[in-house]
């Protein structure tokens, strides 16, 4: 078997696209798109700007929705990507979403699971202090019905959206 040594600065391999619902104290509600996650049991860990905004208001609020995308909500992708600083919800077209009431996150509707977290921890990485990760409770588990089949969920039929980047170029799948 031949192999190449590859010199690139990183590699994304199939990471799923989330958007990150959140309180924001001058939109009232807002998201944001990540790419860096991982779960262990109740638990998600999410690799976040230590600068960025996302990281300042969910440290403040504590809770926060992740927003599982489908191929079908592609454009909530480049809503969330291409609009920094902006309230994306209410760009056009405007994004639909609904406000769970025991924890006041959004909910953004339309994308295939929904998962609504409280932070526990924040941590830096001792090599790279650009990133935070934040670790979070998983409080509910909340999956669109097409999916789901007498209280477990499909996995056949669960077809998130998956980033690939190595630092030359991106593609979504």
Do not use: W
Not at 19 to 44: A, M, R, W
Request: charged share 20%.
């Amino acid at each position: 078997m031949n192999y190449e040594n590859v010199e690139i600065k990183k590699f994304y391999y199939g990471s799923t696209i989330l958007l990150l619902g959140y309180q924001h104290p001058e939109y009232g509600y807002k998201f944001t798109t990540v790419s860096s996650s991982y779960t262990l049991d109740n638990q998600i860990i999410l690799g976040l700007g230590a600068d960025g905004d996302c990281f300042r208001q969910i440290s403040k609020y504590k809770n926060f929705s992740v927003n599982i995308i489908s191929k079908d909500n592609l454009d909530l992708v480049y809503a969330g990507a291409d609009n920094p600083g902006a309230d994306r919800f209410k760009i056009s077209p405007r994004i639909n979403y609904q406000i769970d009431q025991e924890y006041n996150v959004p909910l953004i509707e339309g994308v295939i699971a929904q998962f609504v977290c409280t932070m526990t921890e924040a941590f830096t990485l001792k090599t790279n202090n650009t990133f935070i990760n934040v670790a979070a409770d998983i409080n509910k588990r909340l999956f669109k019905s097409t999916i789901v089949n007498e209280g477990t969920v499909e996995c056949d039929k669960f077809n998130p959206m998956l980033f690939f980047a190595d630092g030359y170029s991106e593609v979504i799948k």
